[in-house]
């Protein structure tokens, strides 16, 4: 595993992830009956057993999981002494929305710590709900540490931290103690990690294979009772609306389908775990977010996820003059 790339070494041509450079065509947008644009991108279905079932594009290739790996590192958290209720370790695999309900639990994760806001070092930023954020601007607010989608994760970072006597103002080192454990866990259930990066909010991110990706959503759903992983899971199935919010699409996929377990990333990835073990990861190569749910929701539908599950998933209109005149579609 590589550290952390410093600006003045660009990455070669040569070492593009094949999760980019062999993406297939997977969505056409479509504007008034005809295809404007189209989405390339890699996809990755995974068995109960971890051996690849079906995929499309550079399946085999690396990809920054984004946030979409915030499940793996809570399980991380949990196997390191991190004890929370089952709504709030949902919130600590969450891009929440930034709802008071958001917040809240952020607070409690934090006071049950005997931590405060002031110790959260992810990126400020206005809530990720259109309501929340214009309420926040309209009352003179200013972008906050606890408002920003990523305080759930770093808040049980934090908690982590102090239920083992780690000193807090590193937490987001990757020489860390805790981010050592959590990359340990990582490569356990997603395989090798070969570089490490700086994330939107400040923490580590992993580069992990796509298929790896898939793998560990499957694991994470189909875990022993009791472990680590199926804490984790069964609270994000429990809590969808902890884990994004209202009008989310990993919301309303997991409150339509039991056992379910999904979360997004940016830079347009998607993962999810069924409950009978099998597990999908999707990367769409240009990173822009509207095909990526639309892509997962077509594979969902292959593998027999009920389509009242799918509709908000893969909702994804194309406007013209404030009307909708398209959509984008899947394309396989």
């Known amino acids: ?19 980019l450079t062999e993406a297939a065509v997977v969505a056409h947008v479509l504007r008034s009956g005809t295809v404007e644009s189209v989405h390339r991108g890699s996809v990755v279905v995974t068995g109960p057993d971890g051996e690849v079932e079906w995929s499309l594009g550079g399946a085999d290739g690396y990809v920054f999981p984004r946030s979409s790996l915030k499940p793996v590192q809570a ?47 992810n990126t400020p930023d206005y809530p990720y709900d259109e309501t929340a954020r214009h309420a926040v601007i309209r009352a003179g607010g200013s972008r906050m540490s606890i408002t920003q989608n990523c305080s759930g994760k770093h808040s049980g970072m934090l908690a982590t931290c102090q239920a083992n006597g780690w000193p807090t103002d590193s937490y987001r080192e990757p020489s860390h103690a805790l981010q050592r454990a959590i ?13 490490l990066a700086v994330d939107g909010c400040g923490a580590p991110v992993h580069h992990v294979s796509l298929t790896g990706l898939a793998r560990a959503f499957g694991a994470l759903a189909l875990a022993p009772a009791g472990s680590a992983r199926a804490r984790v899971a069964e609270a994000m199935a429990s809590y969808p609306e902890m884990v994004g919010g209202k009008g989310r699409g990993v919301t309303a996929v997991m409150s ?77």
């Not at 990367?283 to 908000?312: F, M, N, T």
């Open 1 to 19: 595993m590589t550290g952390i790339p410093r600006d003045d070494q660009p990455t070669s041509p040569s070492e593009v992830s094949p999760a």
């Open 75 to 121: 399980v991380a958290m949990v196997e390191n002494g991190l004890s929370l209720s089952p709504e709030l370790l949902a919130l600590v695999c969450a891009s929440h929305s930034g709802e008071e309900r958001h917040l809240a639990g952020v607070r409690r994760i934090l006071a049950g710590a005997g931590l405060g806001e002031s110790d959260l070092q």
């Open 183 to 195: 990359t340990a866990v990582v490569e356990r259930m997603c395989g090798p990690v070969d570089a």
């Open 256 to 332: 339509a389908s039991p056992g379910l377990v999904a979360k997004d990333g940016a830079e347009s990835v998607y993962a999810v775990g069924l409950p009978d073990g099998r597990g999908v990861a999707v990367k769409i190569a240009d990173g822009y977010p509207r095909a990526a749910p639309v892509v997962c929701a077509q594979v969902l539908r292959r593998l027999g996820v009920d389509e009242s599950a799918l509709s908000e998933l893969e909702a994804a209109p194309i406007l013209g003059h404030g009307t909708v005149v398209g959509a984008v579609v899947a394309a396989f």
